[in-house]
Structures are given as structure tokens and as C-alpha cells.
């Protein structure tokens, strides 16, 4: 319940979670962040078995910071270790802590772990703490009486200070840590960073069948697991939920009992593309150089040895703007060569290579704004690239020669770059991505050109079909001529669908 404090009452208790057994969340109900639950059972052991750690003279944490993108698990990761150790589970927004009135946010701090003191062990849940825990003296409050500062001191000296006990562990979720004040993550606060990244194919897999143990199939959850997560590179845990719920409600507006891989598929569709535009209609004219662009991306993709190979492509309009999109294997490599991303600069243009190369010049001009926009990010992106590190820190093994040695950090906030070097080095920055860019378009035309007939083949294939699948390509370009030298993830994954097609 909530208790007045002055004003309306604006400095109430946090509510406890709802105690139903049923609402509980365990390890079990957690998949595709196996390291990071590995960190996490230790707090769980604790408080399970809390006189182990005192008979041998250790002492647990006292907080852990989940960090990683939005949607990835990281609250409920915090649900299921109260749930696993079966322990009161206090949890509250960082924003909830910050009103007007100056003191309110320390007040509802103090009032958060005298509650949690009451019933420890216990877990507080923090998310979204950079609201109350961001670096002091930045900003618009810069002189240490602001209700910001006063409620994040209140914080610090809840989590280690005089008379604190080590019977509540106060974990929290943020996407950037770096703009956390750093008494927070010093020793006997926060002194674990647990990652909790996107999960790959494995996890993928292992998140869908959790989630699809709960809907009614035409066939088995593993069936299903193992395709849906080949085709959703880079979704987290709340876009694989989402996945499975959107299935379920198609199922039911077309009138069936049982989800299939179509109304899966459909869901997907939507969540990446959105909205198919059944009533948009386009001219032949348009349909053909929208064709002819996705295949162009696509056979340059099969023929490039570093491209990444395609999974689907679709010319069906969807969202505000697309009029097709296409998904690829995503390529894994946590090292990138300069042959890598040559193929994949490559693969990106091979749209308008397409294009110029098989359509009059005023046929490819509908389609080329898009390709302008392409081209551009594709600059900046080698900008990036010359510079020795792109913003999600993939290091590269190569820089220009031209340019020699050096890197040009740019700051993490914002889309505005700067400019830490000379005129002369731009110019040299310039004339590198242009040679680049001239040498990859270049290389994609001349390809375009041999394999002109599987390009027309590919492109009247997506005229009549509007969807394209792997197996799809694979009966017009055969085998890839490009053979791994150790498996990938995706081998059992995308199998599957080549069986599928076998005959018998």
C-alpha cells in the first residue's frame, strides 16, 4: 500500500509485486542469455544458502547492473532470480523516484529499502536507473542541490553506508552504462556489469520454444524453432514474444484453430516491414524496376564470396515507404577484412547496379532516390570505417593506407560528427570512400552483367510470386560456389527448409 507524504501524498511506499505463484518467473522461463544467468545464480545461491557465504568468510555482491539493448531480458532475467530464490521482489522505474518538489525522490528511495529491509532477504529492481543515476555535474542541475543529485546521494548511501545490510541486493537495468555517475559502480555497489546482448540462432531457437510451448501447432515446437529463428536475425527476446503473439492473433482473424509457418511468416512480415498495402496499387513499370533492384541485391549477395546470402525477399508494398525489402544471413564475424566489407559494399549497390544495367536510364530513375540515400550511408559508414571502429565496436583489420594509422573517435550521442582533423585529411577521407565506392559499383556492374540471365530469372520469378525464399534461389543459381571451411549456426537451421522442398 501507499502511505501519504506531504503534498498528495506524492512520496508514497513502492507496491510489492503481485505474490500469485502463478505470475512467478524462474530460470526455466529464461533463454538465450546462458552466460549472464550463469553470473545471476550466484545472488540466487546467496540468498538461498546465505550461511555457506558466511562460514567461509565471503560476501555476495550487493548489486548487479544489467546492460544491453531494449527488449533483450533484462527485467525479466530480474524476475527470475526472485523467483528462483524465492525471495520478496521490490521493483520500480528510476523515473518514478524524480518529482518537482526537491527531497521527494531521496524520501522515496529511503521508503524503497526500509520496505526491503522489513522482508530481507530481498531483491530491488531498479530499471531504467540512468533516470536518477547519470553522471553529477553534467547538465541543467550543476550545483549539487537538485533533485536529481539529491535522490541519486540518497541512493548511494542506501546502497553502502552506515547502517546497510547485506540482506538486499539491488539489481537494475540501463542500455548505456557510460553515462552512469561512477560512485555507483565502484566496489560494494554495483559491482557486477552483467551483458546481456541480442541472442543469436541458438538462443533464438531456445527463446521460441519456450514461448511456443504456450500456442496451439500444426506441428512440433522444434519444427517450428529452428525456421523462425533463421528467420529473425537480430530480434531479442520481446520481438520473439511478439512474434509469437502476432502469429496466434492472424491465426484467429483467418479463422483457424492451430498456427501455422504461414501465419509466422506473415507476423514476421509485419513486424519488420510493416503493413502489407493490399490496396496500393503500382504500375507495371514500377513492380519491374522494384524486381529487378531486389535482384539485383540478391544475386550479387549468392556470387560474392563475404556478401551476406539471402533468406527472403519480397516486392509486396508495406509500411510508409517500402515497396520491398529483403533479409539476409547475417554474417557473425566479430573481425572484418577489407575483402568483407568490399563484398558487402558490393551486395548493397548491386540494386542499382541492376537497375543502370538492365532498364533504360529513365526506367532506373524511379528507383534511384533510394539508391542516392544507399550510397550515402554507405559513405558515412566507410567514414566510419577509416576511423578504426564503428559505433557498435567492431574492429576492423584494415585501414586506409592514405590515411595511415590513426582514428577519429566520434562521441557516442547523437548523429553529429566531428571533426578532429585537418582540412587536408578530409579531402583525403573523401577521396578514398569515392575510389572505394567507384571501385565497388564498378565490380557489382561487371557481375550484374555475367550473370544477367539469373538476375532476369530471379526478378520475373518475384513478378509472378511476390515472395521469394532460399529454396527459391537455389532451384535458379544452384549451390553457392563459396563452401565454409567450419559450419556456421545457420547450417542445421536452414537445413531444414531444403529438406522441406525434397520430394518424398
Not at 527459391?472 to 537445413?495: A, Q
Request: glycine content about 8%.
Amino acid at each position: 500500500m501507499q502511505d501519504g507524504f506531504g503534498f498528495c501524498g506524492i512520496g508514497g511506499a513502492v507496491k510489492k509485486l503481485d505474490n500469485n505463484p502463478e505470475n512467478k518467473v524462474f530460470f526455466k522461463d529464461v533463454a538465450g542469455c546462458d552466460e549472464a544467468m550463469q553470473k545471476i545464480m550466484e545472488f540466487a545461491h546467496f540468498l538461498k544458502n546465505p550461511k555457506k557465504y558466511e562460514e567461509i568468510g565471503a560476501k555476495i555482491p550487493k548489486g548487479a547492473l544489467f546492460v544491453g539493448p531494449p527488449g533483450a531480458g533484462k527485467t525479466l532475467l530480474a524476475k527470475a532470480t526472485a523467483g528462483e530464490s524465492r525471495v520478496p521482489f521490490l521493483s520500480i522505474s528510476g523515473s518514478e523516484f524524480v518529482e518537482m518538489f526537491v527531497g521527494v525522490g531521496a524520501s522515496r528511495v529511503r521508503k524503497l529499502f526500509q520496505e526491503a529491509r522489513k522482508c530481507e532477504p530481498s531483491i530491488i529492481f531498479i530499471d531504467e536507473i540512468d533516470s536518477i543515476g547519470g553522471a553529477r555535474g553534467h547538465g541543467k542541475f550543476t550545483d549539487g542541490n537538485s533533485e536529481h543529485e539529491t535522490t541519486l546521494n540518497q541512493l548511494l548511501v542506501e546502497m553502502d553506508g552506515f547502517g546497510t545490510t547485506s540482506g538486499v541486493i539491488v539489481l537494475a537495468a540501463i542500455n548505456r552504462p557510460d553515462i552512469l555517475d561512477k560512485a555507483l559502480l565502484r566496489p560494494s555497489r554495483f559491482d557486477r556489469q552483467i551483458e546481456i546482448d541480442k541472442p543469436d540462432i541458438k538462443g533464438r531457437d531456445q527463446i521460441f520454444q519456450i514461448y511456443l510451448k504456450k500456442i496451439k501447432l500444426d506441428s512440433s515446437p522444434t519444427y517450428f524453432s529452428q525456421r523462425l529463428a533463421a528467420l529473425t536475425p537480430g530480434f531479442a527476446g520481446a520481438g520473439i514474444a511478439k512474434v509469437c503473439n502476432e502469429a496466434a492473433v492472424i491465426a484467429i482473424t483467418n479463422d483457424r484453430t492451430y498456427v501455422t509457418m504461414e501465419h509466422f511468416e506473415a507476423a514476421i512480415d509485419w513486424i519488420i516491414g510493416g503493413l502489407e498495402k493490399k490496396n496500393k496499387v503500382m504500375r507495371k513499370l514500377e513492380c519491374r524496376t522494384v524486381a529487378y533492384h531486389e535482384a539485383g541485391h540478391g544475386v550479387a549477395g549468392w556470387f560474392l564470396e563475404y556478401a551476406e546470402p539471402l533468406l527472403k525477399v519480397t516486392i509486396a508494398p508495406r509500411g510508409t515507404a517500402a515497396l520491398g525489402f529483403a533479409q539476409y544471413i547475417p554474417n557473425e564475424n566479430l573481425l572484418m577484412t577489407k575483402e568483407q566489407l568490399f563484398d558487402i559494399t558490393c551486395m548493397t549497390l548491386g540494386g542499382r547496379a541492376s537497375e543502370l544495367s538492365l532498364h533504360p536510364a529513365d526506367l532506373a530513375l524511379l528507383y534511384g532516390k533510394e539508391n542516392i540515400i544507399i550510397i550515402g550511408s554507405l559513405i558515412y559508414y566507410m567514414y566510419i570505417f577509416c576511423w578504426g571502429r564503428s559505433r557498435l565496436g567492431l574492429r576492423m583489420t584494415w585501414r586506409s593506407e592514405k590515411v595511415g594509422l590513426l582514428s577519429f573517435p566520434q562521441k557516442d550521442e547523437g548523429y553529429e560528427r566531428t571533426q578532429p582533423y585537418s582540412n587536408r585529411t578530409e579531402e583525403i577521407i573523401d577521396k578514398e570512400v569515392r575510389d572505394w565506392v567507384t571501385k565497388a559499383y564498378d565490380r557489382t556492374l561487371e557481375l550484374i552483367e555475367e550473370k544477367r540471365e539469373q538476375v532476369v530469372k530471379i526478378a520475373e520469378l518475384l513478378l509472378e510470386r511476390e515472395v521469394l525464399h532460399k529454396h527459391d534461389l537455389l532451384k535458379v543459381l544452384g549451390e553457392r560456389p563459396f563452401k565454409s571451411s567450419e559450419p556456421t549456426n545457420y547450417d542445421p537451421f536452414t537445413k531444414g527448409f531444403q529438406e522441406e522442398q525434397q520430394p518424398g
